[in-house]
């Protein structure tokens, strides 16, 4: 293992370790109910987690991609994905940053926008990215798991800044890796339950039924994470589109299958809100739809192979240069 690697690893473990000792069943109902968990962040920023991918933060995007993997493993109601890519993009350091897209004047669904220092709007189409300091909410509301998505005023004379590559695309693949960290937790609590719940005698993981749907479940998970993992590869190429593209598509189809699957797995009891099932569920089909479902990005993948021509695609498709 390379220094590199080995100091990622102690990154992610000190990661999991907050993120298991706070982002309980608790604090996940608590943030649904709009109570933003300024402890957990405190724990963020105090170990420069809010940092991580930053110019002269001593870590690359690699890193930062990885830790926000991490965080949709444990379902963390925060804005980490956007305050680390505003971090990466402008360096602002310690504060709440947000991101959310420009749209007739307001910038629309801002995660946590209500708590947020700045507010960062992308332009659609363009690497133009808006700056809002002290943001104005005007309207507050939530995403399908429960998340703030709130509208904050996009003031007349708010300037712009350049963000290559293009930012939506970096913020689908933020996406990308927070569903593909949700699937393996959804894998690992359904692996858990399947174990512990006893039916006729012994645990339900020993029924052929339930080892297939684990079985195909445990599949599309790897394809979700390695999907994830291969778009961040091509950051700073001319393929990172569609490789975005692809792994939108792909990691938005899994998700789509592991929750159903795991959600079978656990009957009736994985429908309650008092299981913690929902929590990555939720947030996995939520995150689905933001910046792009999988038929937006596959339509994005296949103008792109279909004005090749015929003579070129299967070179694209085979090759990574």
């Not at 990172?240 to 159903?260: D, H, N, P, Q, W």
Request: aromatic share 8%; hydrophobic share 45%.
């Amino acid at each position: 293992m390379s220094e590199k690697q080995e100091t990622l690893q102690i990154i992610l473990d000190t990661a999991e370790k907050i993120f298991a000792d706070y982002c309980d069943k608790t604090l996940l109902d608590e943030a649904e109910r709009g109570d933003f968990p300024h402890r957990l962040w405190q724990q963020v920023s105090q170990n420069g987690f809010d940092r991580l991918g930053a110019p002269n933060s001593g870590t690359d995007a690699q890193d930062m991609y990885a830790l926000i993997k991490q965080s949709g493993r444990f379902a963390v109601p925060l804005p980490l994905a956007e305050t680390l890519l505003v971090n990466r993009w402008c360096d602002y350091g310690e504060g709440i940053f947000s991101i959310g897209v420009i749209e007739e004047g307001q910038i629309v669904d801002v995660p946590w926008g209500r708590v947020a220092d700045k507010v960062l709007g992308v332009s659609q189409n363009s690497g133009l990215v808006a700056v809002v300091d002290s943001p104005q909410v005007v309207q507050q509301s939530t995403n399908l798991a429960g998340d703030p998505r709130d509208s904050v005023v996009l003031p007349a004379d708010t300037p712009f800044i350049e963000v290559a590559p293009d930012p939506m695309t970096q913020l689908a693949a933020a996406r990308c890796n927070q569903m593909a960290g949700s699937a393996e937790a959804i894998l690992a609590l359904g692996l858990q339950f399947a174990n512990e719940r006893i039916q006729f005698g012994r645990p339900i993981a020993k029924f052929q039924a339930i080892q297939h749907s684990l079985a195909v479940v445990a599949a599309e998970v790897a394809a979700a994470s390695r999907s994830a993992d291969a778009a961040v590869d091509d950051l700073s190429s001319d393929r990172f589109l569609f490789e975005v593209a692809a792994a939108k598509s792909r990691v938005g189809e899994a998700v789509t299958i592991i929750a159903e699957q795991v959600h079978q797995v656990h009957g009736a009891m994985g429908f309650t809100h008092e299981h913690r099932l929902h929590h990555y569920s939720r947030r996995a089909w939520a995150w689905r739809d933001e910046y792009g479902n999988e038929f937006y990005w596959q339509g994005v993948l296949g103008a792109h192979l279909a004005g090749l021509g015929a003579d070129h695609a299967w070179q694209f498709i085979a090759t990574r240069g």
